[in-house]
T-cell receptor
Framework: DTAVSQTPKYLVTQMGNDKSIKCEQN?????MYWYKQDSKKFLKIMFS???????INETVPNRFSPKSPDKAHLNLHINSLELGDSAVYFC??????????????FGSGTRLTVV | GDSVTQMEGPVTLSEEAFLTINCTYT??????LFWYVQYPGEGLQLLLK?????DKGSNKGFEATYRKETTSFHLEKGSVQVSDSAVYFC???????????FGAGTRLTVKP
């Protein structure tokens, strides 16, 4: 029944490794997002896809690469992990017009710790 | 560009105290305004919203009124409970703009 589900919930890995975080939504939404939340709880948008098309690509290192195989899935792959990548990563989804009417639906987050 | 500014936390209150978390915004056009709540270890949940000036959003005893004249959307609750302890985010959205702007978040702790 989970509307926006992310896996894994926790991820501990060593510097230099490559890892992926997966996100799936079963709400029939057209748009999906990746946000990064730092230790002070500040939320920063990273990417947004609408119907598999990249529409927001903020200034993030190119070690981060999103992939959307279909409109229900948006994965985040991170190469050569660094200590500063440690954060909580949230996936979210929305319907068209959600910015005005319905807001976003967020997943429960993936806590990434790079050691 | 569009932005949201929230009062800095943390905010610590005793149970049954009155809560106000200030939020002001800067935006062109006619944004919608939202409050989200993040409980420990969870994602953000939509708490309430207002889509035009003078609208009042309300949910679970929380209220916020969209004030265009003061560009504000302050969150209030008359009597907080321990279970309200969370981080609260004010956010702004505009039609056909997929980049919703979030404030920095305000951590609320309610003590018994």
């Amino acid at each position: 029944d989970t509307a926006v589900s992310q896996t894994p919930k926790y991820l501990v890995t060593q510097m230099g490794n490559d890892k992926s975080i997966k996100c799936e939504q079963n709400l029939g939404h057209d748009t999906m997002y990746w946000y990064k939340q730092d230790s002070k709880k500040f939320l920063k948008i990273m990417f947004s896809y609408n119907n598999k098309e990249l529409i927001i690509n903020e200034t993030v290192p190119n070690r981060f690469s999103p992939k959307s195989p279909d409109k229900a899935h948006l994965n985040l792959h991170i190469n050569s992990l660094e200590l500063g990548d440690s954060a909580v990563y949230f996936c979210a989804s929305s319907k068209q017009g959600a910015n005005v009417y319905n807001g976003y639906t967020f997943g429960s987050g993936t806590r990434l710790t790079v050691v | 560009g569009d932005s949201v500014t929230q009062m800095e936390g943390p905010v610590t209150l005793s149970e049954e105290a009155f809560l106000t978390i200030n939020c002001t915004y800067t935006a062109t056009g006619y944004p919608s305004l939202f409050w989200y709540v993040q409980y420990p270890g969870e994602g953000l949940q939509l708490l309430l919203k207002a889509t035009k000036a003078d609208d009042k959003g309300s949910n679970k005893g929380f209220e916020a009124t969209y004030r265009k004249e003061t560009t504000s959307f302050h969150l209030e609750k008359g009597s907080v409970q321990v279970s309200d302890s969370a981080v609260y985010f004010c956010a702004l959205g505009k039609y056909n703009n997929n980049d919703m702007r979030f404030g920095a978040g305000t951590r609320l702790t309610v003590k018994p």
